[in-house]
């Protein structure tokens, strides 16, 4: 919805003109007297039409005929939808043009439209979702009026049930806020705005990545940020589908509650297992009820990751069924399920063999990665490295001696060999 900015487009006719065509259509279904009244005071402002050309009406008179419309505008008015859009795009054209962008009387007015959007009938939201938008191009990306536009439009489309009409990404809120000319302060609430209405729509899950750049925004001075940094890591532990918890554990935020008693839970996540689990949770139910975090959910998420982990180290290779059902203290029987769970959360890829009671791991994401996990990669590496030598050196032996289909198989044995002997 927000492409580029839009360049203000002037309807035909004078200032005059124009103006008046707006206090017309401000004043439709008001009494005779009342609009009478409302014209009159337009040519009070402006002067008796033919006195003076529109070209010599000065910057102030301008001014204050637009504040007359602006006094007079109590809602989105008794048009079609069409005749909706083109009275507001003209009065943004004028507004944008006869104050300048950083002024505090347009903000005033900016914030005096939007509430008019706000408080006009629901029945009316696509029309008021497209003004909205027209008005948020209209003005530069810098501006930091596009701040308080954008609110408006979110919480209408809230409020209607129709976040979905309104799509944006963690790409382009990461955009406006390089762009917007506002305080730093200005940007974090911005963040959790954008928080609370994702909760509030029932996404928690898509809120979590605003959590993170809530907690990153906020200075070490704030008093906000240690509780912005636990319900984080509540949030964290809560979602299903949060299984990467370094990039929280690396928040200066993040580190600054170690002393937290949900701390050591994180900590857990990030680099143990089951038993570690069990043990804090018998000793930490009421931190548990404190946090709404359901144990049983807990216990799936830590041993998806501990299957993870697990994996990391069989890339390439076949692992037991007894070590799975070791290291996650489930049946045996119980494998074949978890194995399938951890396939369909992204950590882990491979193939079961009843046969064989394995699983052949192809790809496993790993918790965490340092020296350790750098260390297993430059094996990998050195090892694929060494089976591609060996394969070049054997198609420069068997060039010309031999056929097409006697190379691919000394190609095929010498590559089975090294998965063999290095994964």
Request: with cysteine; proline share 4%.
């Amino acid at each position: 919805m927000f492409v580029t900015d839009s360049v203000s487009v002037f309807a035909e006719g004078t200032f005059k003109e124009q103006i008046q065509e707006l206090l017309e259509y401000t004043t439709r279904g008001r009494p005779d007297d009342e609009r009478a009244s409302v014209l009159q005071s337009f040519k009070n402002v402006v002067g008796i039409e033919g006195d003076e050309k529109p070209a010599e009406i000065d910057i102030d008179h301008r001014r204050s005929a637009l504040k007359l419309v602006l006094d007079n505008a109590k809602g989105v008015g008794e048009g079609t939808e069409q005749e909706i859009e083109g009275f507001f795009n003209l009065l943004f054209a004028h507004l944008l043009s006869l104050w300048p962008n950083s002024s505090p009387e347009i903000s005033q007015h900016v914030t005096s439209l939007l509430s008019v959007l706000s408080a006009s009938p629901s029945e009316q939201s696509l029309v008021k979702y497209r003004v909205l938008s027209n008005l948020f191009n209209a003005t530069p990306r810098t501006s930091a009026l596009r701040p308080p536009i954008y609110t408006t439009l979110l919480e209408l489309a809230v409020s209607n049930g129709q976040l979905d009409i309104v799509p944006f990404s963690k790409q382009d809120i990461d955009r406006y806020l390089k762009e917007w000319n506002v305080s730093d302060e200005e940007k974090s609430q911005f963040l959790k705005f954008i928080v609370d209405i994702l909760v509030q729509s029932g996404r928690p899950d898509t809120a979590y990545d605003y959590r993170v750049m809530y907690v990153q925004s906020l200075p070490p001075s704030s008093e906000l940020r240690q509780s912005a940094a636990v319900d984080a890591i509540a949030a964290a532990l809560r979602q299903p589908k949060v299984f990467d918890f370094e990039p929280l554990c690396k928040l200066e935020a993040v580190i600054a509650a170690k002393d937290h008693e949900l701390f050591p839970l994180l900590q857990i996540f990030l680099d143990s297992g089951f038993p570690e689990l069990k043990t804090w949770a018998d000793n930490n139910a009421a931190v548990l009820d404190a946090y709404h975090l359901d144990r049983s959910e807990l216990e799936q998420k830590i041993r998806l990751l501990a299957f993870s982990s697990l994996a990391f180290d069989y890339i390439g290779r076949d692992l037991p069924y007894s070590q799975i059902a070791s290291t996650l203290q489930v049946s045996p029987s119980d494998v074949e399920k978890w194995s399938i769970d951890v396939i369909r959360a992204g950590l882990v890829s491979g193939k079961l063999s009843q046969a064989t009671q394995t699983l052949h791991v192809v790809r496993s994401s790993a918790r965490k990665f340092e020296r350790e996990q750098w260390e297993a990669l430059e094996k990998r590496l050195l090892a694929w490295k060494t089976g591609l030598a060996s394969v070049i050196e054997i198609v420069a032996n068997t060039q010309g001696l031999g056929s097409a289909g006697d190379i691919a198989e000394a190609i095929k044995g010498e590559q089975g060999t090294q998965v063999e002997s290095t994964a």
